[in-house]
């Protein structure tokens, strides 16, 4: 499966933005999916998790309340409001066929190649 993120972009902070992640090839109706993201200098951290069956969705503390993860047949989402200088970094989409919306990097397969999201104060 070839995931392709897209959506970041440069946003002030309280805005909102919308991040996708296409999958080629196949459909992503029984794949668990995740959010991750990377700033400079610091480890990739879990953002959020939507279980295969999408009966189930996952949160990191610091995103609750704000972002919001969803799944259709072809793509991936994460909308993200009330945006703070803090969220700014490189967000990986990431799934694994019949995963249940893991919170480790090493619980997915397959991996997009990132979109910068900068929010500016």
């Known amino acids: 499966v070839q995931l392709q993120a897209s959506g970041g972009g440069l946003v002030q902070a309280g805005g909102s933005l919308r991040l996708s992640c296409a999958a080629s090839g196949r459909t992503l109706s029984s794949y668990g999916m995740g959010w991750f993201r990377q700033a400079p200098g610091k480890e990739r951290d879990f953002v959020a998790a939507i279980h295969w069956s999408g009966a189930s969705t996952y949160y990191a503390d610091s995103v609750k309340g704000r972002f919001t993860i969803s799944r259709d047949n072809s793509q991936g989402y994460l909308q993200m409001n009330s945006l703070k200088p803090e969220d700014t970094a490189v967000y990986y989409c990431?799934?694994?066929?019949?995963?249940?919306?893991?919170?480790?990097?090493?619980?997915?397969?397959?991996w997009g190649q990132g979109t910068l999201v900068t929010v500016s104060s």
């Open positions: 990431a799934a694994h066929r019949y995963g249940s919306g893991g919170r480790r990097p090493t619980e997915y397969k397959y």
